[in-house]
């Protein structure tokens, strides 16, 4: 059962990175490349304790759906998300932040799965899966962490003016 760590570094307050980290609107602009789609209810916005979403999308050349849900949130030092079906044997996201200093954080992704299939599975692991999966991840952290550290984050989290935690964002 491999486990994916990622680590990056973002010039931007810790309370700020975790809101993105959890933007439906920045998860569907951070994977492009796959064409993901929401397919769920909840189409956009930030993912909170207990929710659920139905991601739609092409990976590996072949078209997915994968439903995952946040299990455990505690604002703003970590939250994990799980999938709930998909083609995964079973996977669990860690999303973990730490401050570094008033304006920069440490993001990191700790992600647990496990393959189906068997020994095939296994296999595919060693052979791609795994490389696929961190590159994923990378490519997804990056545009966070490109977000953050501009002024896109305010359009990103239009919410913001309400949030209880903004002056923390800011």
């Not at 569907?28 to 979403?53: C, H, P, Q, R």
Request: aromatic share 12%; charged share 30%; hydrophobic share 35%.
């Amino acid at each position: 059962m491999p486990v994916i760590l990622v680590k990056t570094t973002i010039q931007a307050p810790r309370e700020r990175v975790f809101d993105l980290s959890r933007s439906l609107d920045i998860h569907i602009t951070s994977t492009v490349k796959t064409n993901e789609k929401v397919i769920s209810a909840k189409k956009t916005g930030l993912l909170e304790l207990g929710e659920e979403v139905t991601w739609r999308a092409k990976h590996l050349g072949v078209y997915q759906n994968l439903t995952s849900k946040i299990t455990s949130l505690n604002y703003p030092d970590f939250f994990v998300d799980e999938m709930q079906k998909g083609i995964f044997k079973r996977f669990s996201h860690k999303h973990i932040f730490k401050r570094i200093s008033k304006n920069e954080t440490l993001m990191m992704d700790e992600f647990d799965y496990e393959s189906p299939f068997g020994v095939l599975g296994k296999i595919a692991d060693t052979l791609f899966l795994k490389n696929y999966m961190e590159r994923f991840l990378k490519e997804r952290n990056q545009v966070i962490k490109e977000v953050a550290e501009s002024r896109e984050w305010k359009k990103s989290l239009k919410f913001w003016k309400s949030n209880p935690f903004r002056n923390s964002i800011n």
